[in-house]
T-cell receptor
């Protein structure tokens, strides 16, 4: 079964708005990562947050982690049409280096 | 990521045929992975390898086999392809030397089994 459950499955917003995606997981983790996938292409690593961190920023990205609730959120501020993609969370759950991916959130940013 | 390449990029084959998907990397990473992606199911791990002599089954290894020919090469084989193996296949790598396992993905192989 999937470790990560993402919510919403799809999100459509206007350019300039903020986009928030959520990820829940089931077991203790070493870290949680977010990846982006443009249609039909390989995934690209965006940001990693360790289990002892609560918030992390990278450019227009903000990631939070609540280990007590086993959840994370990815916020993209001031979205652009070029942010249109699928976004996946992935957990490193102390399984010998494997990552477990969620099902993804499909983000559409309309110009 | 151009450092991780996959061949072929697209393949159409028939039920029962043997097919091999190849992955090469120039990142010098020890760890390599094969995933398949189906709509609505995210990525599922098929096999992974932490060095040339190490091969491990992932979540959905049935119907697949792999070969780690060298540190830089990791091949996935479908011995007798079936239609429900139609999917997008990704190879990925990560560096054993890091304390976290950010993965670097190839561009994918779109496989269709008729």
């Amino acid at each position: 079964s999937q470790q990560g459950e993402e919510d919403p499955q799809a999100l459509s917003i206007q350019e300039g708005e903020n986009a928030t995606m959520n990820c829940s997981y089931k077991t203790s983790i070493n870290n949680l990562q977010w990846y982006r996938q443009n249609s039909g292409r390989g995934l690209v690593h965006l940001i990693l947050i360790r289990s002892n961190e609560r918030e992390k920023h990278s450019g227009r990205l903000r990631v939070t982690l609540d280990t007590s609730k086993k959840s994370s959120s990815l916020l993209i501020t001031a979205s652009r049409a070029a942010d249109t993609a699928s976004y996946f969370c992935a957990t490193d759950a102390f399984q010998g280096g494997k990552l477990i991916f969620g099902q993804g959130t499909e983000l559409s940013v309309k110009p | 990521d151009a450092d991780v390449t996959q061949t072929p990029r697209n393949r159409i084959t028939k039920t029962g045929k043997r097919i091999m998907l190849e992955c090469s990397q120039t990142k010098g990473h020890d760890r390599m992975y094969w995933y398949r992606q189906d709509p609505g199911l995210g990525l599922r791990l098929i096999y992974y390898s932490f060095d040339v002599k190490d091969i491990n089954k992932g979540e959905i290894s049935d119907g697949y086999s792999v070969s780690r020919q060298a540190q830089a090469k990791f091949s996935l084989s479908l011995e007798s392809a079936i239609p429900n193996q139609t999917a997008l296949y990704f190879c990925a790598t990560s560096d054993l030397g890091h304390d976290y396992n950010e993965q670097f993905f190839g561009p994918g192989t779109r496989l269709t089994v008729l």
